[in-house]
């Protein structure tokens, strides 16, 4: 069974702050997914990640995939309240046709 | 216009009881999922539908049985339900399968939370 740990599994910040979240497997993915859920809600795509080492910037977001293509990470610069949310990776095995999620980190970011 | 839309949004039923969750996609996609989020928010595949035809199937009981009629809708029916049936269910679609050089996204409805007494 493919497991995808994220840590923290909880983050409460002041807004302003920088904070990672980090996504850690012991399997290798063919990429890697990030989702935004909000309460009451969806999870949401945010990124995708597909080589080893890819980089992405998404505003004041940006998200690492390993070089092995078995861990990430998602970096917030100047966390604001709107960031507040459930933080799901998922990695894509294509041998399995699925996608395993992570365990997910619930961050706050305070005003 | 919602993408992926479930109902009941809510959904607080008796043990022992039959109940069924609707899901439909207006997007095009050919694959639909049902999930399993628990009280730890923890997010597990349930079923994954390819053009109305069953893909995975995640150990799950088979008093879970999903069907569908046509591609855009991929309907839950749950037999007897236990106490630890309780969760919120997302149902969620993607263009096409996950196939080896590819990624997808999927797009999820908004989770129809299922409490068991």
């Known amino acids: 069974t493919q497991l995808l740990e994220q840590s923290p599994q909880f983050l409460s910040i002041q807004e302003g702050e920088n904070l990672t979240v980090y996504c850690n497997s012991s399997?290798?993915?063919?990429?890697l997914q990030w989702y935004r859920q909000e309460p009451g809600e969806g999870p949401v795509l945010l990124v995708t990640?597909?080589?080893?080492?890819e980089v992405k910037k998404l505003k004041r977001l940006t998200f690492q995939f390993g070089d092995a293509r078995k861990d990430s990470s998602l970096h917030i610069t100047a966390a604001q309240p709107g960031d507040t949310g459930l933080y799901l990776c998922?990695?894509?095995?294509?041998?399995?046709?699925?996608?395993?999620f992570g365990d997910g980190t619930t961050l706050t970011v305070k005003p | 216009d919602t993408a992926v839309s479930q109902t009941p949004k809510y959904l607080v039923t008796q043990m022992g009881n039959d109940k069924s969750i609707k899901c439909e996609q207006n997007?095009?996609?050919?694959?639909m999922y049902w999930y399993k989020q628990d009280s730890k928010k923890f997010l597990k595949i349930m079923f994954s539908?390819?053009?109305?035809?069953?893909?995975i199937n995640e150990t799950v009981p088979n008093r879970f049985s999903p069907k569908s009629p046509d591609k855009a809708h991929l309907n839950l029916h749950i037999n007897s339900l236990e106490l630890g049936d309780s969760a919120v269910y997302f149902c969620?679609?993607?263009?096409?399968?996950?196939?080896?050089?590819?990624?997808?996204?999927?797009?999820f409805g908004p989770g129809t939370r299922l409490t068991v007494l």
């Open positions: 969620a679609s993607s263009q096409e399968l996950l196939l080896a050089g590819s990624y997808n996204e999927q797009f």
């Open positions: 399997s290798v993915f063919s990429s």
């Open positions: 990640v597909v080589t080893g080492g």
């Open positions: 998922a990695g894509e095995d294509t041998n399995a046709g699925k996608s395993t």
């Open positions: 997007l095009g996609h050919d694959t």
């Open positions: 539908y390819n053009n109305k035809e069953l893909i």
